[in-house]
C-alpha cells in the first residue's frame, strides 16, 4: 500500500499482531484538554507543569491544595469517550489488538468498552488515590467526599500519609510490572499505532523505538509532528476522531 490513510488501513488489515499506543489527544474531543498540544493545559499556562511534579507535591501543601482543588471538578469526571476510543473498540474486535496502551488517566478506553485485560495503563489512574506512604489504594471518589466536607489535603486514612491520585507525576518511577509488560507488547507486534500522543514523554514514547527496532512497522497519527516521525512507515496529521475510524473500517 501508498502512504497515507489507505496505505495505514492496509498496514493493519495484513498485521496479525498490532499494539497500539495512546495520548492525551484521544480525549480531547471528549472535553480533557492535552498538556501539549496547541490548547494544552501547559501551552497555556506552563506553571501548571509544577502541579504534576512529585518534589513540589510532596514539599508544598498549597501545590497539594491546588491540586486537589482542581481534581475536584476535572473534566475527566463528565467525559464520555469519543470516536477514537469506539475506534479502538472495533480493532480489538477484529482480533488484532495484542495491548492498548495508554498514557491517559481518564479510563475512557474502558468505558468506551475496550477489554480491561488489554488496556495497560503507563501513567495510572486519576480514578483511584494512592498514599504516597503505605500505598494503600482507595476510589476518589472516598478523597473527593473529604474535600467537598470542608479537608483541603485529606490525608491517608490509614497512615497519615500524603495522599494523590494513583497516576505517575514526573519524578515518580512508573511500575516496572507495567512497564516490561507494555514493552514486551511492543516487541511481540506486527503495527505500533501511536495515537494523539506528543511521543515526547519517556520511558512510554520508547515502545516505539522498541517496535521499529523489532521490524513492527510504525504508524503515527498526531495532530503536530512528533520526534518519531522520522522512524514511522506512515505518518497520518490530522484529527484522531476523523482519522481513527476511518483506519478501520474495513477490518
Ligand atoms: P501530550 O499533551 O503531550 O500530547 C498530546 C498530543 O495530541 C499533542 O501532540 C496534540 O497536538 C495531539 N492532539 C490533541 N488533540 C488531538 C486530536 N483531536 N487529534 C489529533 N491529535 C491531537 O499528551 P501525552 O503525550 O499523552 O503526554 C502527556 C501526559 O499527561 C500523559 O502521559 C498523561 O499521563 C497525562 N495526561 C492525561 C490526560 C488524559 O488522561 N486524558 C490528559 C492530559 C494529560
Known sequence: ??????????LLARAERVTVLTGA?????????DFRGPQGVWTRNPAAERLSTLQAYVEDPEVRREAWRQRAVHPIWGARPGAAHAALVDLERSGRLV???????????QAAGSSPELVVELHGTMHHTQCLSCGARAPMGEAL????????DPPCPHCGGILKSATISFGQELDAGVL???RQAAVDTDVLLAVGTSLGV?????????????GAAVVIVNGEPTPYDDVATVVLRGGVGEILPRLVAGL
Not at 99 to 109: P, S
Request: aromatic share 0%; glycine share 14%; proline share 6%.
Open 1 to 10: 500500500g501508498g502512504p497515507g490513510v489507505a496505505g495505514a488501513a492496509d
Open 25 to 33: 489527544g484521544v480525549s480531547t474531543d471528549s472535553g480533557i484538554p
Open 99 to 109: 495491548a492498548l496502551l495508554t498514557q491517559n488517566i481518564d479510563e475512557l478506553h
Open 145 to 152: 467526599e473529604r474535600v467537598a466536607a470542608g479537608e483541603d
Open 180 to 182: 516490561m509488560r507494555a
Open 202 to 214: 519517556h520511558p512510554a514514547a520508547g515502545v516505539v523505538d522498541l517496535a521499529a527496532a523489532a
